[in-house]
């Protein structure tokens, strides 16, 4: 299974702002004859609790995984800001890093609509077994300072209906 990873903050307005964009990229994976790519929101800020993340599922209609990076994942992948999005291949391998699309061109600064959906062609390069070009872009949003650092262990994923053991 090919996973993306998106990195949140609940208090992000640009991560709010980009729910929208990732829900419909959750629809259009879960709902292909053959789903083959899995979604997952990680919050990398110890302080976040489980009840933040459900209040920020809830609100922003988001039945995809969230969950606290407990394990230091975004540490693992180097992901700097929230929202930033990996894709994953099924072995693990990183082969796209970056912004959602280019809804934001600077902080504060955004388009009515996005021009570039950078990770929907990423996704879509790598299911058909293509080169991801780009497989970078820079990510527009907060800045990651406080993280949990990248260890073996296990996380909690966060549900829009509870909390269950990933």
Known sequence: MWQVWVFLAPLCPICQDYTFYLNALHDEWVKSPHPQVELVGWFPNPNVTDEAIAEFANRYAIEW??????I????????????????????????????????????GKHRSSPKSSDLALAVQQALLGQAIIPAETDAIGCPIQNRFPFQDSLSRCVYRDGIRGL
């Not at 990996?86 to 970056?98: C, D, I, Q, T």
């Open 72 to 107: 230091g994942w975004s540490d693992a992948v180097g992901a700097r800001f929230t929202p930033e999005a990996v894709l994953l291949s099924p072995e693990g391998a990183v082969l796209y890093r970056g912004r959602v699309n280019d809804l934001y061109y600077a902080l």
């Open 65 to 70: 995984d969230l969950a606290r990076d407990t």
